[in-house]
């Protein structure tokens, strides 16, 4: 943060207070901050309060002369690096989307040509309404750093998701997200393997065995990693999701042929994440041409090589991270599961949950590792999880240098 220029826009949620701590802990971190409130604003926040601790004078109203510093709204916007908004309201996450300038925040955050990140934080229904949802998409699309409300108690009364995060959390997201735009991100110089999908075993030319694998786990963690600067290559089979920016795709269908790309980019990989279903087993003889109707059939299946496994036994510096689906002894399969095939890290998912596993968006399960510690992973967005995923692995990473 040294030396950024950050400007901290602060609209009329009930938690602008906190947006006060966020100043202090810009500052504390060096950099230098200018703060830009809605009017509303100021009946829940002071000016004063905002002006001693940014150490700048407040820019409020357009049509009044500031005479500290030389402000007009184009200047303010071109001296930032940063842009945040805390908290952001319903209205002004409205107002932006819209294009809509009509105060010295929403004209500030229109003429910056700096990256910008709302915090937004209100109720939950206000939150979860689906125009809120739609502005908070299309800001997304157009380059918006969103950062994701906390749960918890909040000031209507009620308990829910709305919550403006914690001072701490809101910097230390900033800090991070400004370190991926600075070409910093914790994979930086990494090359990453992410197998995504559930594999298909062809019976003829027309009908194949598959699973409920979405690839949405396996698409997020490609996203994140390349977010976070890797070199990653994405291994999937079948799926229809888009393929993330910034990732190289490699189309495949069956195990073996997941087996073999796998295996021809392993001794140039430093992580490989495998999140792919893969089949434990393959027909036998596949016919030739499509099966025609008959009675009965049986199909002889015979077994797939274990690709993770196999990674496992011939691991060098690779860091290797699998996945278990588990119906039942979450934590104790998982435990054997990560030593029997040698990896550094295994997620643990409970599928028989309604919100965790196939074809939902959300995950929740267990960390394992082999020295026998583990961490429990509460319910959260597969996005979520794909970011703390990366996060551990950077971290393993950086142990292992040490
Ligand atoms: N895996 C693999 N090759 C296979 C099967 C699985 O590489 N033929 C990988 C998966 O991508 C995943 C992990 O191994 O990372 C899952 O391990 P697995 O032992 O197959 O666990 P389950 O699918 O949960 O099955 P089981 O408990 O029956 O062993």
């Known amino acids: ?37 809605t009017e509303h604003a100021t009946h829940i926040a002071t000016p004063l309060t905002f002006g ?16 500290n510093w030389n402000v007009e709204h184009i200047a303010l916007a071109t001296w930032a690096d ?5 908290p952001a309201t319903a209205n002004v996450i409205g107002k932006i989307n ?9 004209t500030t955050i229109m003429a910056t ?76 110089d990494k090359t990453v393997l992410v197998t995504a999908g559930g594999t298909q075993e062809y019976i003829d030319p027309v009908r194949y065995i598959g699973n409920h694998s ?22 999937s089979a079948p799926t229809s999701l888009d393929v993330p920016q910034g990732v190289e795709y490699i189309p495949v269908d069956s195990a073996e042929s997941m087996k073999a790309a796998v295996d021809s980019y392993y001794d140039n990989t430093d992580v490989v994440i495998m999140a792919a279903a893969v089949s434990d087993f ?31 036994e011939r691991k060098k510096d690779q860091l290797l991270v699998g996945f278990a689906a588990e119906t039942e002894h979450v934590l104790a399969y998982g435990e054997d599961k990560v030593k029997r095939k040698n990896l ?26 082999p020295h026998g510690t583990s961490k429990v992973i509460p319910n959260m967005k597969k996005t979520e999880l794909a970011a703390a995923i990366i996060k551990e692995v950077s971290t393993l990473l950086r142990n292992k240098d040490k």
């Not at 940063?82 to 805390?86: D, F, G, H, R, S």
């Not at 027909?283 to 496992?312: F, R």
């Open 1 to 37: 943060m040294e030396g950024k220029h950050i400007i901290v826009g602060v609209s009329a949620g009930i938690a602008a207070y906190k947006a006060i701590e966020v100043v202090s802990r810009l500052r504390k971190a060096g950099a230098e901050v200018k703060v830009v409130m």
């Open 52 to 67: 001693e601790i940014s150490g700048h004078p407040v820019a409020i109203d357009m049509w009044e002369e500031i005479h």
């Open 82 to 86: 940063a842009y945040i908004v805390v």
């Open 98 to 106: 819209a294009g809509i300038a009509d105060d010295m925040l929403t």
């Open 113 to 188: 040509p700096a990256p910008k990140f709302l915090c937004p934080a209100m109720n939950s229904e206000m939150y979860k309404n689906p125009i809120v949802q739609r502005n908070l998409e299309s800001l997304r699309q157009l380059g918006y750093h969103i950062m994701e409300p906390a749960s918890g108690w909040l000031a209507c009364g009620v308990t829910g998701v709305g919550r403006l995060p914690e001072p701490e959390a809101i910097v230390s997201w900033l800090t991070q997200e400004l370190q991926v735009i600075d070409g910093n991100g914790l994979l930086k």
């Open 214 to 235: 979405s690839g949405k786990m396996g698409y997020a963690i490609a996203a994140e990693a390349a977010k976070q600067g890797a070199r990653t290559i994405l291994v």
């Open 282 to 312: 393959r027909v036998a003889n596949k016919a030739e041409q499509k099966i025609k109707k008959m009675d009965s059939m049986t199909l002889e299946l015979v077994k797939n090589p274990d690709i993770l496994q196999g990674l496992g």
């Open 344 to 369: 550094d890290m295994l997620v643990a998912n409970d599928v028989s949950k309604s919100n965790a596993g196939f074809n939902v968006d959300t995950n929740e399960g267990y960390f394992v590792y």
